[in-house]
């Protein structure tokens, strides 16, 4: 690379990175002022601790739901976001399992970002996020499409497409529903996934 086009991308890099900075030595960055905790963050606080929960899932449209009870979930905050921990209850007879989940709301972007591990199926790690804050109390986030591997002897391998509402009824109630449409040609979506929270005194 010449050397007056080295020269001139250094001065620029110099002058927008002194364009960046604070006007006075008092005044807060903008990093500073994004990672002070706000109403969402106190919000996610008061959801920290020990819940009961109850697993709903609809493995298709019609179908009775697969009901697993005697989980237990651990909700702490790891800076501003809000981490959950769920497994069997001891003592409980439940297969071992572990699923955990990561929300915090992006204040930069404004919006909501989740991300899920589940041990209990092949479903890698599954990101989403929401177009927006919450509405009416409730967080809509939308998940990147991912192969299903089915519920039969074969991988199904298709394209399924799902959301997640998550919303609270009380201080000590939450609730947790998926929706998915499989890429089967048929359109249809249906209530997958259903995780009813009481909190543990």
Do not use: C
């Not at 250094?10 to 005044?27: C, H, I, M, N, R």
């Not at 009775?64 to 009870?69: D, T």
């Amino acid at each position: 690379m010449p050397k007056p086009l080295i020269a001139l991308l250094v001065v620029t890099s110099a002058l927008s990175f002194a364009g960046s900075a604070p006007v006075s030595a008092d005044e807060p960055t903008a990093a500073q002022r994004m990672s002070e905790p706000g109403p969402l963050e106190e919000m996610l606080t008061k959801q920290t601790g020990q819940w009961d929960v109850v697993a709903s899932l609809w493995p298709a449209p019609g179908a009775e739901p697969i009901v697993a009870r005697g989980l237990v979930a651990e909700r702490t905050m790891i800076g501003p976001i809000l981490q959950e921990i769920m497994k069997p209850a001891p003592g409980g007879n439940q297969p071992d399992f572990t699923r955990i989940d990561y929300l915090n709301f992006d204040r930069v972007e404004g919006r909501w970002k989740y991300v899920s591990m589940d041990t209990r199926f092949p479903v890698s790690i599954m990101p989403a996020r929401s177009f927006g804050p919450a509405t009416d109390g409730k967080i809509d986030v939308q998940f990147e499409p991912q192969g299903f591997v089915g519920f039969g002897t074969e991988v199904e391998g298709r394209f399924m497409v799902s959301d997640m509402a998550i919303s609270s009824s009380d201080v000590d109630h939450m609730l947790k529903e998926q929706h998915v449409m499989m890429a089967n040609g048929t359109g249809k979506s249906w209530l997958f996934v259903r995780y009813e929270y009481t909190r543990r005194h």
